[in-house]
């Protein structure tokens, strides 16, 4: 068995055991792949929320050509706040920090971002399914609804922002 191991070892590229031998190399790639996988996730679900936005721009689009305009001003401020709601996603701050910064996120801390985020996953998901179930008029009862949740989901976004800012704050110190 240690024979199997050692030939693997050996099929290595030289990369991957020059990798090995630098102390606290693979250590910083965990910490750069941890950010680019933030970053990615940050750029999915702001995607996730465009498209919640694109299916209610469609929607607003069949009200309107149906003459159904009443509440369009609600369906608007519905779909502004999810503009914002992307764009903050997208452009926040990453949720761990390199090697090199001043500033250190631990696992406890950065696992209480993870679970904003996932928490931003859900709320984006049924943000989805209450938009497609939308009704053929422009409902206001169903639009504010919609309006609440895409209010809460920007709270938890505010509160996520809250929890990084005093892990940068207390870092820092």
Known sequence: MNDGLEQ??????????????I???RSFQERETRREVDKIQ????????D?????????IRDWSRSGNLANLDLASSLEKLLDRLANRIRHADYGYTGVFD?????????ERLYQFDLALIAQVEGLQQQVETLPRTAAETELRSVLDAAENADRVFDE???????????GAR
């Open 8 to 21: 693997a070892k050996g099929k290595r590229n030289f990369l991957e055991r020059l990798v090995d031998m």
């Open 23 to 25: 102390p606290g190399f």
């Open 42 to 49: 940050r750029d999915w679900l702001a995607d996730q929320v």
């Open 51 to 59: 498209r919640v936005r694109g299916e209610l721009q469609r929607k």
């Open 102 to 110: 001043a500033v250190k996120i631990q696992e406890d801390e950065l």
């Open 160 to 170: 996520r922002a809250s929890v990084f800012e005093a892990v940068t704050q207390k």
